[in-house]
């Protein structure tokens, strides 16, 4: 069943278009990802989806519905963790929060404690948000959405700036609001290891439009290389990185030319790679096959203009 429904989307500020007639759906209880550079219209997007901009065209269902007609059926959280009330404590902002949606008595207590307590947040209930930790704050932006019992939670850049702990930590709560709550939920986001661990399926924009959209499973298919890293003996001279450039073949030069990296579709190539090295006197240390990787897959698709 389709949660959410994005039919030929389109907004322009003044002679940018932003958004360009883009549509795709994201099942009930599935996390989907949209990816695209800088300004290739993530964040209208999901402003557009949250009814915090009017889109010039295009519909917007939730469950089948208008979205106009759904704003108690999304709820957004967007960089920074703006939407919380920095001089609130965390169970202060969920009270409010649910509050606007008409929510409230004993049953709503018990609720933000059982939240509280899901997020590790408990002993921090009474700490004002402004004195929180940045993934702290992010977590009681995400506590807030499920406070407010929405079918869509969209999320802007939920990882941005989180330190290795907080980052795995918002991603096991993703992935349990989805499982076990059966929330549906659209990620903004230009982190490719959370798209590749936590997300179904994927929506990639470039300059406004889908240039992708499929299952992460399938878009790996599409690109389906092996990635080989070489680690060289020593450090490459310019002239030897110039002489790289002119074989046939793509090399990625890495950690200043002490590494390369190259994409092959069939294992014999490798021989091939060792020879042509070894004719421009490039020695090699170690080989090894790195694991497939989004971020390849990403750039393939949004590498170039797109019309
Ligand atoms: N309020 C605005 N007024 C004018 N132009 C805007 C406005 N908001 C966004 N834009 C432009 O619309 C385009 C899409 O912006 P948007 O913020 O949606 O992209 P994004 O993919 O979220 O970018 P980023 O990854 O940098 O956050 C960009 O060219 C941007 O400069």
Same mark, same amino acid.
């Given at each position: 069943m389709e949660a959410l429904q994005v039919i030929n989307l389109t907004k322009h500020y003044e002679n940018v @278009?932003?958004? !360009?007639g883009i549509s795709f759906n994201v099942k009930k209880g599935k996390i989907c990802g949209i990816l695209g550079p800088n300004g290739s219209g993530k964040t209208t997007t999901i402003k557009c989806i949250s009814n915090l901009i009017i889109p010039d065209s295009g519909k917007i269902r939730v469950l089948g519905e208008d979205n106009k007609k759904s704003l108690n059926n999304i709820a957004a959280v967007f960089e920074g963790t @703006?939407? $919380?009330?920095? @001089?609130?404590?965390p169970r202060e902002n969920l009270r409010y929060f649910a509050g606007i949606r008409g929510l409230g008595g004993r049953e709503l207590e018990k609720e933000i404690n059982i939240l509280l307590d899901r997020f590790n947040l408990t002993d921090k209930? !009474?700490?004002?948000? =402004? =004195?929180?930790?940045r993934g702290m704050q992010q977590k009681v932006a995400i506590a807030m959405t499920l406070i407010c019992d929405t079918e869509i939670i969209l999320l802007d850049e939920?990882? $941005?700036?989180? !330190?290795v702990q907080s980052h795995l930590d918002i991603k096991n709560i993703l992935i349990d609001v989805s499982y076990e709550l059966d929330k549906t939920i659209l990620i903004s986001t230009h982190d490719m290891k959370l798209v590749q661990d936590i997300c179904e399926d994927v929506v990639i924009l470039s300059n406004g439009k889908i240039v992708a959209k499929d299952s992460i499973e399938k878009l790996f298919d599409m690109f389906k290389t092996m990635t080989y890293e070489i680690v060289l003996t020593e450090c490459l001279s310019e002239e030897k990185k110039s002489s790289l450039m002119k074989l046939n073949r793509a090399f990625y030069i890495i950690n200043n030319g002490s590494k390369l990296e190259t994409d092959i579709? =069939?294992?014999? !190539?490798i021989y091939r790679i060792v020879d042509d090295l070894k004719n421009l006197d490039i020695f090699i240390k170690e080989i090894k096959q790195k694991e497939q990787n989004f971020e390849r897959v990403f750039l393939s698709l949004t590498a170039g203009e797109v019309d």
């Amino acid at each position: 069943m389709e949660a959410l429904q994005v039919i030929n989307l389109t907004k322009h500020y003044e002679n940018v @278009r932003a958004v !360009d007639g883009i549509s795709f759906n994201v099942k009930k209880g599935k996390i989907c990802g949209i990816l695209g550079p800088n300004g290739s219209g993530k964040t209208t997007t999901i402003k557009c989806i949250s009814n915090l901009i009017i889109p010039d065209s295009g519909k917007i269902r939730v469950l089948g519905e208008d979205n106009k007609k759904s704003l108690n059926n999304i709820a957004a959280v967007f960089e920074g963790t @703006r939407n $919380l009330y920095w @001089r609130l404590t965390p169970r202060e902002n969920l009270r409010y929060f649910a509050g606007i949606r008409g929510l409230g008595g004993r049953e709503l207590e018990k609720e933000i404690n059982i939240l509280l307590d899901r997020f590790n947040l408990t002993d921090k209930k !009474d700490v004002v948000v =402004n =004195n929180l930790s940045r993934g702290m704050q992010q977590k009681v932006a995400i506590a807030m959405t499920l406070i407010c019992d929405t079918e869509i939670i969209l999320l802007d850049e939920p990882t $941005l700036g989180l !330190d290795v702990q907080s980052h795995l930590d918002i991603k096991n709560i993703l992935i349990d609001v989805s499982y076990e709550l059966d929330k549906t939920i659209l990620i903004s986001t230009h982190d490719m290891k959370l798209v590749q661990d936590i997300c179904e399926d994927v929506v990639i924009l470039s300059n406004g439009k889908i240039v992708a959209k499929d299952s992460i499973e399938k878009l790996f298919d599409m690109f389906k290389t092996m990635t080989y890293e070489i680690v060289l003996t020593e450090c490459l001279s310019e002239e030897k990185k110039s002489s790289l450039m002119k074989l046939n073949r793509a090399f990625y030069i890495i950690n200043n030319g002490s590494k390369l990296e190259t994409d092959i579709l =069939n294992e014999k !190539d490798i021989y091939r790679i060792v020879d042509d090295l070894k004719n421009l006197d490039i020695f090699i240390k170690e080989i090894k096959q790195k694991e497939q990787n989004f971020e390849r897959v990403f750039l393939s698709l949004t590498a170039g203009e797109v019309d």
